[in-house]
Nanobody, 123 residues
Framework: QVQLMESGGGLVQAGGSLRLSCAAS????????MGWYRQAPGKQRELVAT???????NYVDSVKGRFTISRDFAKNTAYLQMNSLKPEETAVYYC?????????????????WGQGTQVTVSS
């Protein structure tokens, strides 16, 4: 079982920056894909960015050039650096971990979520 804990959300003015962190904890495991999603009030949850074990990154078009996803494998932590934030990006940001190998059993788990962290961008 893997637990994900996000941190780093908060209130920022438009044009400002925030850095989100997602720490994974649990028994011996290896996570293939880590990602960030967001859900604004009244809207569906949407993908923001993902990063694979091999370092392949994927971003939604609206954040390209402003957001950067990264991983620290030693700390089992993923980060999302968000620059030039816009008011419309106010949302709860969720960390996701997918295709997780339990090293002890050899079994895979899929689609784990953190509890979310609120990001509010004021105009």
């Amino acid at each position: 079982q893997v637990q994900l804990m996000e941190s780093g959300g908060g209130l920022v003015q438009a044009g400002g920056s925030l850095r989100l962190s997602c720490a994974a904890s649990g028994s011996r495991f290896s996570i293939n894909v880590m990602g960030w999603y967001r859900q604004a009030p009244g809207k569906q949850r949407e993908l923001v960015a993902t990063i694979t074990t091999g370092g392949r990154k994927n971003y939604v078009d609206s954040v390209k050039g402003r957001f950067t996803i990264s991983r620290d494998f030693a700390k089992n932590t993923a980060y999302l650096q968000m620059n030039s934030l816009k008011p419309e990006e106010t949302a709860v940001y969720y960390c996701n971990a997918d295709r997780i190998l339990d090293i002890s059993s050899g079994a895979y788990g899929y689609d784990y979520w953190g509890q979310g962290t609120q990001v509010t961008v004021s105009s």
